[in-house]
């Protein structure tokens, strides 16, 4: 079923590739229900997937499964709270995700963040190179930890 979810999520992204730079989907899973999605840029320039994602939820994310095409960011220069943040907050316990951030803008540790927050964390390679298809502005260097 990741596959299954992570691939709505990269259709979600592909909403918003008419944007420069990040095209990011996300879909949360409740019990096996899709309980929301979004993608980046849906209703203003500014806004993140998970971020939109998680605000259009009208019922409780607890314990939900976060689908994400990409890393989510730890740390946004517009003052806003980071996708990290509000995913540990809204209590959503699993993270799915398809390429970690490229670090192109600002350093990204998302990963390193929600490990620390002891979410559970799955990077599903599969899905990777249509993952990064997604951003195809962005250089993919980044390599390493798990
Ligand atoms: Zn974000």
Same mark, same amino acid.
């Given at each position: 079923?990741?596959?299954?979810?992570?691939?709505?999520?990269?259709?979600?992204?592909?909403?918003?590739?008419?944007?420069?730079?990040?095209?990011?989907?996300?879909?949360?899973?409740?019990?096996?229900?899709?309980?929301?999605?979004?993608?980046?840029?849906?209703?203003?320039?500014?806004?993140?997937?998970?971020?939109?994602?998680?605000?259009?939820?009208?019922?409780?994310?607890?314990?939900?499964?976060?689908?994400?095409?990409?890393?989510?960011?730890?740390?946004?220069?517009?003052?806003?709270?980071?996708?990290?943040?509000?995913?540990?907050?809204?209590?959503?316990?699993?993270?799915?995700?398809?390429?970690?951030? %490229?670090?192109?803008?600002? %350093?990204?540790?998302?990963?390193?963040?929600?490990?620390?927050?002891?979410?559970?964390?799955?990077?599903?390679?599969?899905?990777?190179?249509?993952?990064?298809?997604?951003? %195809?502005?962005?250089?993919?260097?980044?390599?390493?930890?798990?």
């Amino acid at each position: 079923m990741d596959i299954h979810f992570l691939k709505l999520a990269i259709e979600e992204a592909r909403k918003s590739l008419s944007q420069d730079g990040y095209n990011v989907g996300a879909v949360i899973i409740k019990e096996g229900r899709i309980i929301s999605k979004a993608f980046s840029g849906e209703d203003s320039e500014e806004c993140h997937a998970e971020e939109l994602a998680i605000k259009k939820c009208h019922e409780n994310i607890s314990g939900a499964t976060i689908y994400v095409t990409m890393e989510p960011c730890d740390f946004r220069r517009s003052g806003k709270k980071s996708c990290c943040d509000q995913i540990i907050e809204s209590g959503i316990h699993r993270i799915v995700y398809g390429v970690l951030d %490229p670090d192109t803008f600002v %350093p990204c540790h998302g990963i390193e963040k929600l490990k620390e927050a002891e979410l559970e964390l799955f990077h599903l390679k599969s899905l990777e190179k249509e993952c990064k298809e997604l951003t %195809p502005s962005l250089p993919f260097y980044k390599v390493g930890f798990e």
